[in-house]
């Protein structure tokens, strides 16, 4: 158990004396963290907080711990200041795997290239993850999808990723060099995990377009559509099996962008202008607002499975 992220949870619902809330600040669904606090609460034996459905409160033994508990938080916080500036030629990054390993890698190089006193040292982490990271700073800048909520953390440049459909060699629509969104209808769709808003913003855009998937999977892998019986969304892919193909008008936009909390310094922002290089460069992003290349395709009055 990692007990000082588990007194920084107990801190921030202190401070908002609702779950909800709390979670929000910290980035992260409200149910993980009410089991994180009653983990702690049996970690120390005593009950922080009284529960109803209307309010929460805390504890005589929670106001007791509540001031050790943001000093020892207040400490480590301190501590890992100071160890940072001791290892200032270290920059911990976070970045989402599905980025792909050439992306990943270019990045990296661009960032020794760029800065080459300092270390990167990259963890591939879903955005969800980076959020709470960052927030208990054992991250010093992340390379995140958004939606995310995190109220305190700062931004860099927004960029935005068109993804195509990625399907099996099998599929019939694979014969084909571009796909409707509603083509897609009656198929099952993988998507990565841990990065919600990303989901709710592309099902919802999906259903704008007429494709409701008959069942959503989260998956890193894309072991279900090789075998047919999914399709997926993202970057161009070249594998045995796999077909991608673009989305008529680019219907989908996956926005990214730096992310840290509190001042960048220099080699986080640094790293924020390599990652915007990179990513037009290399997985074809462009500023927020920039609208997508249009393509035309009669699409056939029938539909194509029908």
């Not at 990054?93 to 040292?121: M, Y």
């Not at 008529?248 to 922002?269: C, E, K, N, Y």
Request: aromatic share 4%; with cysteine; charged share 25%.
């Amino acid at each position: 158990m990692d007990i000082v992220r588990h007194l920084r949870y107990f801190t921030v619902v202190a401070e908002e004396l609702h779950f909800g809330n709390a979670a929000i600040r910290l980035g992260m669904a409200q149910p993980p963290l009410s089991q994180r606090i009653r983990r702690l609460e049996e970690e120390l034996g005593v009950r922080l907080f009284d529960r109803s459905s209307r309010q929460v409160r805390l504890t005589e033994s929670g106001r007791a711990l509540l001031a050790e508990a943001r000093e020892i938080v207040t400490r480590v916080d301190r501590l890992r200041d100071l160890a940072g500036q001791g290892e200032s030629a270290v920059l911990r990054v976070g970045v989402t795997p599905d980025l792909g390993s050439s992306v990943i890698a270019a990045l990296i190089a661009g960032f020794r290239e760029q800065l080459p006193e300092v270390r990167p040292a990259p963890v591939e982490m879903w955005s969800a993850d980076q959020v709470i990271a960052l927030t208990d700073g054992t991250l010093d800048v992340g390379l995140l999808r958004h939606p995310v909520t995190a109220p305190g953390l700062s931004f860099g440049p927004v960029l935005v990723q068109r993804p195509g459909v990625v399907l099996a060699e099998s599929d019939p629509l694979a014969a084909l060099s571009s796909v409707h969104l509603a083509d897609l209808a009656g198929r099952q769709l993988v998507l990565f995990p841990r990065e919600p808003g990303l989901h709710e913003e592309t099902l919802t855009e999906c259903r704008h377009h007429g494709f409701v998937p008959e069942q959503v999977h989260e998956a890193q892998t894309l072991g279900l559509v090789l075998a047919g019986t999914a399709v997926a969304f993202g970057p161009r892919v070249e594998l045995p099996g796999l077909r991608w193909r673009p989305l008529l008008g680019g219907p989908l936009a996956w926005r990214i962008s730096t992310a840290w909390r509190g001042q960048a310094g220099d080699a986080a922002v640094a790293f924020g202008a390599v990652a915007v290089r990179v990513l037009k460069e290399r997985a074809g992003m462009t500023d927020d607002g920039t609208a997508p290349t249009r393509r035309v395709r009669a699409r056939p009055a029938s539909g194509f499975l029908s």
